[in-house]
Protein backbone atom coordinates (compact mmCIF):
# COMPACT_ATOMS: atom_id res chain seq x y z
CA UNK A 1 0.00 0.00 0.00
CA UNK A 2 1.54 3.38 -0.95
CA UNK A 3 0.37 6.37 0.33
CA UNK A 4 1.04 9.97 -1.42
CA UNK A 5 0.26 13.17 0.01
CA UNK A 6 0.20 16.86 -1.37
CA UNK A 7 -1.18 19.45 0.04
CA UNK A 8 -4.47 19.19 1.16
CA UNK A 9 -5.17 16.09 -0.97
CA UNK A 10 -4.05 12.21 -0.78
CA UNK A 11 -4.29 9.74 -2.30
CA UNK A 12 -4.26 5.91 -1.22
CA UNK A 13 -3.65 3.00 -3.45
CA UNK A 14 -3.47 -0.91 -2.85
CA UNK A 15 -2.60 -3.38 -5.51
CA UNK A 16 -6.09 -4.17 -6.98
CA UNK A 17 -7.83 -1.85 -5.62
CA UNK A 18 -9.70 1.30 -6.51
CA UNK A 19 -7.68 4.48 -5.37
CA UNK A 20 -9.49 6.54 -2.78
CA UNK A 21 -8.86 10.38 -2.24
CA UNK A 22 -9.58 12.16 0.52
CA UNK A 23 -9.69 16.17 -0.36
CA UNK A 24 -9.35 18.31 3.10
CA UNK A 25 -12.21 20.52 2.95
CA UNK A 26 -10.16 22.90 5.94
CA UNK A 27 -8.19 24.31 3.51
CA UNK A 28 -11.23 26.60 1.51
CA UNK A 29 -13.05 27.14 4.79
CA UNK A 30 -9.88 28.63 6.70
CA UNK A 31 -9.46 30.78 3.61
CA UNK A 32 -12.99 31.80 3.56
CA UNK A 33 -12.61 32.90 7.65
CA UNK A 34 -9.37 34.83 6.60
CA UNK A 35 -11.29 36.37 3.68
CA UNK A 36 -13.91 37.31 6.66
CA UNK A 37 -11.25 38.55 8.93
CA UNK A 38 -9.72 40.59 6.35
CA UNK A 39 -12.57 42.24 5.05
CA UNK A 40 -14.26 43.09 8.65
CA UNK A 41 -10.71 44.91 10.00
CA UNK A 42 -10.57 46.88 6.90
CA UNK A 43 -14.28 47.96 7.13
CA UNK A 44 -13.42 48.96 11.21
CA UNK A 45 -10.63 50.57 10.10
CA UNK A 46 -12.46 52.80 7.70
CA UNK A 47 -15.58 53.13 10.27
CA UNK A 48 -16.40 56.31 12.29
CA UNK A 49 -17.91 55.82 15.08
CA UNK A 50 -21.34 57.25 15.27
CA UNK A 51 -24.53 57.85 17.63
CA UNK A 52 -26.11 54.37 17.02
CA UNK A 53 -22.52 53.02 16.83
CA UNK A 54 -19.47 51.93 14.99
CA UNK A 55 -20.69 53.02 11.33
CA UNK A 56 -18.74 51.72 7.64
CA UNK A 57 -20.13 53.71 4.78
CA UNK A 58 -18.54 53.02 1.83
CA UNK A 59 -18.13 50.75 -1.72
CA UNK A 60 -17.57 47.05 -0.60
CA UNK A 61 -16.90 45.97 -4.05
CA UNK A 62 -13.95 48.63 -4.17
CA UNK A 63 -13.16 47.82 -0.57
CA UNK A 64 -13.12 44.07 -1.73
CA UNK A 65 -10.31 45.41 -4.47
CA UNK A 66 -8.10 47.14 -2.62
CA UNK A 67 -7.88 43.52 -0.63
CA UNK A 68 -7.11 42.26 -3.88
CA UNK A 69 -10.28 39.81 -3.21
CA UNK A 70 -11.80 38.92 -6.34
CA UNK A 71 -15.65 40.29 -6.60
CA UNK A 72 -17.44 36.57 -6.26
CA UNK A 73 -16.32 36.24 -2.98
CA UNK A 74 -18.52 39.54 -1.97
CA UNK A 75 -21.50 37.21 -1.34
CA UNK A 76 -19.76 34.64 0.59
CA UNK A 77 -17.54 36.54 2.60
CA UNK A 78 -20.66 39.57 3.09
CA UNK A 79 -22.93 36.34 4.13
CA UNK A 80 -20.94 35.02 6.53
CA UNK A 81 -20.10 38.13 8.34
CA UNK A 82 -23.55 38.95 8.68
CA UNK A 83 -24.39 34.97 10.02
CA UNK A 84 -22.06 35.68 12.80
CA UNK A 85 -23.40 38.75 13.83
CA UNK A 86 -20.60 40.98 12.60
CA UNK A 87 -21.77 43.73 10.56
CA UNK A 88 -25.21 44.38 10.01
CA UNK A 89 -26.82 46.01 7.13
CA UNK A 90 -28.35 49.43 7.43
CA UNK A 91 -28.53 50.47 3.76
CA UNK A 92 -28.27 49.13 0.48
CA UNK A 93 -25.88 51.00 -1.97
CA UNK A 94 -25.65 51.07 -5.39
CA UNK A 95 -24.27 52.95 -8.13
CA UNK A 96 -22.94 56.23 -6.67
CA UNK A 97 -24.46 55.55 -2.84
CA UNK A 98 -22.68 53.78 -0.73
CA UNK A 99 -23.68 51.14 1.55
CA UNK A 100 -23.91 51.50 5.34
CA UNK A 101 -22.83 49.17 7.71
CA UNK A 102 -22.98 48.60 11.48
CA UNK A 103 -19.70 47.10 12.91
CA UNK A 104 -20.93 44.72 15.58
CA UNK A 105 -18.70 42.21 16.76
CA UNK A 106 -15.06 40.53 15.90
CA UNK A 107 -15.56 37.22 13.98
CA UNK A 108 -13.88 34.23 15.62
CA UNK A 109 -12.77 30.79 14.75
CA UNK A 110 -16.01 29.33 16.88
CA UNK A 111 -18.78 31.21 15.56
CA UNK A 112 -17.44 30.95 11.95
CA UNK A 113 -17.22 27.00 12.65
CA UNK A 114 -20.41 26.55 14.60
CA UNK A 115 -22.00 27.68 11.85
CA UNK A 116 -19.92 26.09 9.16
CA UNK A 117 -20.96 22.77 11.39
CA UNK A 118 -24.86 23.73 11.08
CA UNK A 119 -24.52 24.26 7.70
CA UNK A 120 -23.08 21.36 5.63
CA UNK A 121 -24.55 19.82 2.69
CA UNK A 122 -26.34 16.67 3.86
CA UNK A 123 -24.54 13.44 2.05
CA UNK A 124 -25.07 9.99 2.45
CA UNK A 125 -27.79 7.26 1.72
CA UNK A 126 -30.57 9.74 3.06
CA UNK A 127 -29.75 12.90 0.98
CA UNK A 128 -29.20 10.32 -2.16
CA UNK A 129 -32.78 9.49 -1.53
CA UNK A 130 -34.27 12.87 -0.42
CA UNK A 131 -32.95 14.55 -3.67
CA UNK A 132 -34.36 11.08 -5.68
CA UNK A 133 -37.47 11.75 -4.20
CA UNK A 134 -37.40 15.39 -5.23
CA UNK A 135 -36.62 13.98 -8.72
CA UNK A 136 -39.15 12.02 -9.36
CA UNK A 137 -41.78 14.35 -7.61
CA UNK A 138 -40.97 16.89 -10.67
CA UNK A 139 -40.94 14.14 -13.24
CA UNK A 140 -44.76 13.08 -11.85
CA UNK A 141 -46.04 16.50 -11.71
CA UNK A 142 -44.61 16.76 -15.47
CA UNK A 143 -46.54 13.89 -16.23
CA UNK A 144 -49.53 15.36 -14.64
CA UNK A 145 -49.26 18.31 -16.96
CA UNK A 146 -48.74 16.61 -20.02
CA UNK A 147 -51.51 14.21 -19.10
CA UNK A 148 -54.26 17.57 -18.50
CA UNK A 149 -52.93 19.17 -21.46
CA UNK A 150 -53.44 15.69 -23.71
CA UNK A 151 -57.13 15.29 -22.01
CA UNK A 152 -58.31 18.75 -23.24
CA UNK A 153 -56.97 17.85 -26.10
CA UNK A 154 -59.04 15.23 -26.86
CA UNK A 155 -61.93 17.34 -25.62
CA UNK A 156 -61.67 20.00 -27.92
CA UNK A 157 -61.02 17.75 -30.90
CA UNK A 158 -63.54 15.62 -30.11
CA UNK A 159 -66.98 15.74 -32.48
CA UNK A 160 -70.46 16.12 -31.75
CA UNK A 161 -71.85 12.76 -29.56
CA UNK A 162 -68.67 12.04 -28.58
CA UNK A 163 -68.44 11.99 -24.92
CA UNK A 164 -65.00 11.51 -22.67
CA UNK A 165 -65.02 10.06 -19.67
CA UNK A 166 -62.33 10.43 -17.29
Known amino acids: ?37 KVYN ?9 EDGLIYEGFLTKLF ?13 MGKLKQMGCVESLRRGGGSTPSRWRILAEPTEESFNSFQKTNKV ?31 LLIDNSGPGVEYVS
Do not use: W
Not at 42 to 50: H, K, L, P
Open 122 to 152: PHGKHAVLEQQFRDLSKRFAEMETRIEYLEQ
Open 1 to 37: MATLENGSISISVSTGMVPSIDVDDEKPTAALFEHCV
Open 42 to 50: EMTEQARDE
Open 65 to 77: QGLQLSTPYYTSV
